[in-house]
């Protein structure tokens, strides 16, 4: 069936041919009054009943037009009989979507209508655009009662049958969304009246329950206009339908986000069931169709584009709660695994540092020869003896400052500084200079403990002692590529792979040790070497920390 406009008349044609090439019935349905250029009609095939026992169903259509003044009313057309029928002239528009059957088995039908205003011109039609009605017809489009103006622009109205009551509800935009509830027997006769603040008609639940409803909550009212039940709202909705998604004889509200975004379906208890998101904010149109026996689907429209739906009940529904539990256990199992390499690590890195320290205190040990001590305290004994105060005095407190470095200080230069000046005092042939980069900040030197002060004083003990005439020690540190070298010179005797020496032998492989530490804790390499000096005379000891 199509509508179509033809010289302000208004036809409806029917075809047989999916391609509209010819059509078989034409049907001669009004008159159109519409500002000219404007969109002329809609119409919707409301119900096909047999209502006059001639074994072919009439149809039932609503007309309703936004600019049109007329018609906006419903048509019965009789195709077996070639017939139209017409509801009474309005532009109020008195269109059929519920019915019901009278005590005395009559068919009657009711809807309802809107208070758009679009024209002042409608004031001369006996049912103007400004007022929303109540109303029933029957099965030939007359009314049961004169139709009751019920509100006014901007509103609208919705009726509707209860136990042989006709029921209507209101909601007045300017009224602070009140919704005002009539109850009126099929004469037009007032049974009863209630109003509804901040709630607004939702939908028909079942044939004798109504959702009211706002951003917040769903309230179910009787047929007696009482408060049944509330429901609180995971999101504000609008449109909300009643339909049968899955086939199964209950019926499901489908209600549309306020947003448009998605759409949440409730049970027929109204218990939040589930939700889905529709594309690009669509609309819905629940049209339910069987795509199989006794399997059903659903329609919405989003992004100019029609999206199918099937809501079924999930099988695994219940396997839901030892899927948690697995997830939960495989959670706990790769936390226990990750803690306890965690822990491994930590306690792997905690023993490097214990032995990285115990290295350290061993060289500590071993940093201040036997022998050098007692020599310089007999050389502080002889002084006092032979008269010089001052100097032993002088020697006294340089050793000292040795002694407190030793336990209490970690700047390595300083304390090789206060070595070198004890070995000066004790020998005046000794001399030694530490030269320093201008551009390396003091606190960029950061070694381990004796990581220096073991080759000063290895170059001092086998290098520079044993050596006649002038001896000499140069310390210099400066920038590299890497980080920063330390470079330790002395005019001593020739080097030696093998040194022999009165202490513990160990000081070397000691700080091998410690090196390999350190880098395993802060990821810097230190490399150290020692080898001849190019001139062939004393050694050079180089020290490389990356920075």
Not at 131 to 147: E, H, M, R, S, V
Not at 292 to 299: I, L, R
Not at 322 to 341: D, E, N, R
């Amino acid at each position: 069936w199509m509508l179509s406009g033809e010289n302000d008349e208004l036809y409806l044609y029917g075809f047989e041919t999916d391609d509209l090439s010819g059509y078989k019935y034409r049907f001669w349905l009004d008159s159109i009054y519409a500002q000219k250029g404007k969109y002329v009609a809609g119409f919707a095939l409301r119900h096909s009943i047999d209502v006059n026992g001639d074994g072919f169903e009439e149809l039932y259509f609503s007309v309703d037009n936004r600019f049109p003044i007329y018609p906006r009313r419903t048509y019965r057309v009789d195709v077996a009989n070639q017939a139209v029928k017409r509801s009474p002239v309005s532009s109020a528009g008195f269109q059929i979507q519920y019915r019901t059957m009278s005590e005395n088995g009559e068919l009657l039908f009711t809807s309802g209508n809107s208070c758009p205003g679009n024209h002042k011109d409608s004031l001369d039609l006996p049912y103007p655009d400004t007022l929303g009605y109540i109303y029933a017809l029957n099965a030939d489009l007359d009314f049961l009662f004169d139709p009751i103006p019920f509100t006014t622009y901007p509103s609208g109205i919705k009726n509707c049958f209860v136990n042989q009551n006709l029921i209507s509800f209101q909601s007045h935009r300017s009224l602070d969304s009140i919704t005002t509830v009539q109850l009126r027997t099929l004469n037009g006769k007032l049974l009863k009246e209630r109003s509804f603040r901040s709630l607004k008609f939702y939908g028909r639940k079942s044939e004798n329950e109504f959702i009211l409803g706002n951003a917040k909550e769903m309230v179910v009212i009787d047929s007696l206009l009482d408060v049944q039940k509330r429901v609180e709202l995971n999101y504000p909705i609008r449109d909300l339908s009643e339909v049968d998604l899955n086939g199964d004889g209950n019926m499901e509200m489908l209600a549309l986000s306020d947003d448009s975004e998605r759409c949440l379906v409730y049970d027929d208890e109204l218990q939040y069931a589930t939700q889905f998101l529709i594309e690009a904010g669509g609309s819905l149109l629940h049209l339910p169709r069987q795509y199989a026996p006794g399997k059903f689907e659903f329609v919405a429209f989003g992004n100019q584009k029609l999206i199918f739906y099937r809501y079924k009940e999930n099988p695994y529904y219940y396997f839901r709660f030892p899927y948690y539990l697995g997830v939960f256990l495989i959670a706990l199992l790769l936390s226990s695994i990750t803690f306890k390499y965690y822990r491994k690590n930590i306690e792997r890195r905690f023993e490097q540092e214990r032995e990285f320290n115990r290295l350290q205190m061993l060289s500590l040990k071993n940093q201040i020869d036997p022998h050098f001590a007692l020599n310089t305290l007999n050389s502080v004994d002889w002084m006092y003896k032979s008269g010089q105060v001052e100097k032993a005095t002088k020697y006294m407190e340089t050793y000292s400052r040795l002694m407190h470095q030793t336990v209490a200080s970690y700047d390595e230069l300083n304390f090789c500084r206060k070595f070198c000046e004890l070995e000066k005092l004790r020998q005046p042939d000794f001399d030694f200079e530490i030269q320093v980069d201008d551009q390396i900040d003091a606190f960029e030197i950061k070694v381990p403990r004796q990581i220096v002060f073991t080759h000063v004083e290895n170059a001092i003990k086998h290098g520079l002692r044993p050596k006649d005439g002038d001896k000499y020690l140069n310390i210099q540190v400066q920038k590299v590529n890497l980080g920063i070298e330390i470079a330790i010179e002395n005019n001593g005797v020739p080097y030696k792979k093998k040194l022999s020496t009165s202490g513990t032998g160990k000081g070397l492989e000691i700080l091998d040790q410690m090196a390999g530490l350190y880098t395993s804790l802060t990821g810097k390499e230190i490399e150290s070497r020692v080898e001849p000096k190019s001139d062939g005379v004393g050694t050079r000891a180089t020290i490389t920390v990356e920075t």
